[in-house]
């Protein structure tokens, strides 16, 4: 495995490959990042994973400085993954000049949920996605569905940039209680840890609902949140939305059992943690 930090050398190091498979990252690699790269190694080319912590998709409050940088950790995982490149720009590499050319989803998509309580968060995500294909030029590319909604953004960025990369989503995994791999699990305490769960169980409750309009889905999605409020979270949004588009579903289309995502997003002391379940 090569470990690349410079453009140039990437380049060289990919000319002549046809099918090379990317999962992009931001470090601090767990077995979830681990499934990607193995889906990514079932599509036959040279898989390239990418450590870049992304500036433009932190907030000035957010934990960009916080964030664990562990490039040889994580390097000494990748490898036995049969990960070909691990591609780890620094951000003069990546950033030579400010970034002033952005990717601007759609407000309907990106600025609901997580991009309304993360203001410009998937532009930040969908420019350093859409520069990172520019550097990779992969055939094939792999997204969490644990990031339910940044997997939809770049999904329609890659459509209507009529780019040839293929977006695969791979399963969230999750740890023996449940809850969703994160990076942003290393911040937990211990006791905070056995509470992380939580998330994972109001968002099954939800489900459980999803398809039961004689239970309205305000109501559905306030017992959810007071749940966690009790147990001492504090949640921005924990709601039943129409897979298709993120979109709150309509009771006839809850009857007609239509495909739905439940998604919630709460803070935990200091740490914001997310996940999702389909139903
Ligand atoms: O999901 C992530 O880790 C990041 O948002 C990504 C896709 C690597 C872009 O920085």
């Not at 664990?68 to 990960?83: F, N, S, V």
């Not at 532009?123 to 997997?151: H, I, N, R, S, W």
Request: glycine letters at 8%; charged letters at 20%; a negative charge.
């Amino acid at each position: 495995m090569r470990v690349i930090h410079t453009l140039a050398e990437l380049r060289e190091a990919l000319a002549g490959h046809a099918r090379t498979a990317f999962v992009p990252t931001m470090g601090n690699l767990h077995a979830g990042h681990l499934s990607l790269v193995r889906e990514a190694k079932r599509h036959g080319g040279p898989v390239v994973a990418s450590i870049f912590v992304n500036r433009l998709q932190f907030l000035p409050h957010e934990d960009f400085d916080q964030y664990p940088r562990t490039l040889e950790r994580d390097c000494a995982l990748l490898a036995p993954e049969g990960c070909d490149i691990v591609f780890a720009p620094s951000e003069r590499e990546l950033y030579p000049e400010p970034q002033a050319y952005k990717v601007a989803p759609p407000p309907a998509l990106a600025d609901i949920l997580e991009g309304e309580f993360r203001p410009g968060f998937f532009t930040g995500v969908c420019t350093v996605v859409m520069k990172l294909f520019q550097c990779v030029q992969p055939a094939v590319a792999v997204f969490g569905q644990k990031d339910y909604q940044q997997l939809m953004v770049i999904r329609g960025m890659v459509r209507q940039f009529a780019m040839p990369i293929e977006i695969i989503g791979a399963p969230t995994v999750r740890a023996d209680d449940g809850l969703a791999l994160s990076s942003r699990n290393g911040y937990l305490g211990a006791s905070e840890r056995n509470e992380a769960v939580e998330l994972s169980h109001v968002l099954q409750q939800l489900a459980a609902g999803a398809h039961d309009p004689a239970r309205a889905l305000a109501a559905l999605e306030a017992d959810a949140a007071a749940a966690l409020r009790g147990r001492g979270w504090a949640p921005d949004y924990l709601t039943l939305r129409r897979r298709a588009d993120l979109l709150p579903p309509t009771d006839e289309e809850r009857l007609n059992r239509i495909p739905m995502v439940a998604l919630g997003a709460a803070r935990l002391g200091s740490t914001r943690l997310i996940d999702n379940l389909e139903c």
